[in-house]
């Protein structure tokens, strides 16, 4: 997550020093045929070192513990907010440039908080009630009301995570089910 947190910095300063801005502009364009390459851009770009200051602790912590699920499974929860958040952004979205990775961020954090409740797991609901209450207060921003801020990216970012988790705790089920038993087993009688 170090990793990929200095590659968002890196483009910023690209953006800042090299492209004065111009990169801004790559972002997810709504309902523009040019528009739809934002989808890949958009949560790579942000607008100012402000706005990345603001998305990089809980795109820090958010991303570690969807990391902690193991590497495919963040690669796949990742592609399915991001592809999915921004498409649906695209289709929606007010007028002017979506740029940032709080898409991205939301659907992390409602995979979180999901993930759990779809698995029944105690560990995770555990997590999520904790997450729940460090970052619940971000929710509001899936309202509208606050100018400049794409809530439809935060909404369809966070409807995206939690399509994550239940696709995510669909598989695990069924995987456990074609498992092999994990404990004791008793040898099969040998009969002559």
């Not at 954090?109 to 999901?114: D, S």
Request: no cysteine; proline share 6%.
């Amino acid at each position: 997550m170090l990793i990929f947190l200095a590659v968002l910095w890196a483009i910023e300063a690209a953006d800042q020093f090299v492209f004065a801005n111009a990169l801004d502009q790559d972002g997810i364009r709504p309902r523009e045929v040019d528009g739809l390459a934002g989808i890949l851009w958009a949560p790579l770009l942000h607008a100012s070192w402000a706005h990345l200051i603001a998305n990089s602790l809980p795109f820090l912590i958010l991303g570690f513990f969807v990391l902690a699920g193991g590497l495919g499974q963040f690669i796949a929860v990742t592609a399915l907010i991001w592809l999915l958040g921004g498409f649906l952004t695209w289709l929606t979205g007010g007028f002017g440039v979506t740029i940032g990775a709080s898409g991205v961020i939301f659907g992390w954090l409602a995979f979180l908080l999901f993930r759990g409740f779809f698995a029944r797991s105690g560990r995770q609901i555990a997590l999520a009630v904790v997450l729940l209450l460090l970052y619940g207060s971000v929710l509001w921003g899936i309202l509208p009301g606050t100018p400049g801020v794409s809530w439809q990216a935060h909404l369809f970012g966070a409807l995206s995570g939690i399509l994550a988790a239940r696709l995510v705790a669909s598989a695990d089920r069924r995987t456990a089910r074609g498992s092999p038993p994990t404990g004791p087993v008793s040898p099969s009688p040998v009969g002559p």
